[in-house]
């Protein structure tokens, strides 16, 4: 496993640790796809829904692979070991990424314009500079939209352990100067 995708999946659990309490409780996902359908105000309903759906399935995903002892708080090491394990976590992030996707795509163009990009990252917790780094990685239109595709693919290596040097690396990194 890279060290880049370590550092990927720490920062993700810190954001998915709503409460701060050092472990993911069922309530950090559902805090957290409250704030992201809150973000997503030009989505219609079924695409905020199928995001909550897709915060459980995390959530669920994670406690059935992870929480031998039923109960139910899932630690940073165990974490890592999940979601950096594709066989284990692939079908979770996919169904991830499409949903938090189509939330930046509420007008069904195909593209995400930059300020919804911002909006849905900022709910999630990441630093400002590092999302627009991470939305210029992604190779922009000249009227600054990301294709929906190039942000589910960004979404999938994030969580790809054997991946570095991608557009989601940026997000580790501290906040431009």
């Not at 992870?66 to 899932?74: F, K, M, P, Q, V």
């Not at 939330?103 to 900022?122: C, K, S």
């Not at 992604?138 to 009227?143: C, E, V, Y």
Request: proline share 5%.
């Amino acid at each position: 496993m890279r060290t880049e995708a370590t550092r990927r999946a720490a920062l993700v659990f810190s954001l998915f640790d709503a409460d701060g309490n050092g472990v993911l409780e069922p309530g950090d996902f559902t805090l957290m796809a409250d704030r992201v359908a809150a973000a997503a105000s030009g989505s219609d309903q079924a695409a905020k829904d199928a995001m909550r759906a897709a915060f459980r399935q995390y959530w669920t995903t994670l406690a059935a692979e992870l929480d031998a002892d039923g109960d139910g708080r899932i630690t940073l090491d165990e974490y890592t070991a999940c979601v950096l394990s594709p066989e284990r976590f692939q079908a979770t992030v996919a169904t991830f990424a499409e949903a938090l996707a189509a939330l930046g795509d509420p007008d069904g163009d195909g593209f995400v314009e930059r300020p919804v990009f911002m909006a849905l990252m900022r709910a999630i917790g990441f630093e400002r500079a590092n999302i627009d780094t991470l939305f210029d990685a992604f190779a922009p239109t000249s009227d600054d939209r990301v294709r929906v595709e190039t942000w589910v693919a960004g979404i999938k290596d994030y969580y790809a352990p054997d991946k570095a040097g991608i557009p989601g690396d940026h997000l580790v990194t501290g906040p431009a100067a």
